[in-house]
């Protein structure tokens, strides 16, 4: 049974930085793609940035703020956030599938529960 379980989030200043930590058991995901989406209040969930062993994929809203990276050994995979916005707070999810990476929420299977991220202006 595969589990995904997101941490780091929390309150930030605008123009600050964290670190998303998403920790995945149940199999060996070094062939997987891993992926972040974000959900704000009110809004549908948007794809964020999504990794697998041949690269990685950014929405143009992160570009140059948020890196996304991976730890086979640990099957895990990172979010760092820097330069953040208002427009940044959400909750964020990670995702992974057993294929190719993917901006559509609908080609991941498996989904963490979220951790929610709040920036203040």
């Known amino acids: 049974q595969v589990q995904l379980v997101e941490s780091g989030g929390g309150l930030v200043q605008t123009g600050g930085s964290l670190r998303l930590s998403c920790a995945a058991s149940?199999?060996?995901?070094?062939?997987?793609?891993m992926g972040w989406f974000r959900q704000a209040p009110g809004k549908e969930r948007e794809f964020v940035a999504t990794?697998?062993?041949?690269?990685?994929n950014y929405a143009d809203f992160v570009k140059g703020r948020f890196t996304i990276s991976r730890d086979n050994a640990k099957n895990a995979v990172y979010l760092q956030m820097n330069s953040l916005k208002p427009e940044d707070t959400a909750v964020y999810y990670c995702?992974?599938?057993?294929?190719?990476?993917?901006?559509?929420?609908?080609?991941?299977?498996?989904w963490g529960q979220g951790t929610q991220v709040t920036v203040s202006s």
């Open positions: 149940g199999r060996t995901f070094g062939d997987y793609a």
């Open positions: 995702a992974v599938r057993q294929s190719g990476r993917s901006f559509h929420q609908n080609d991941y299977p498996y």
């Open positions: 990794i697998n062993w041949s690269g990685t």
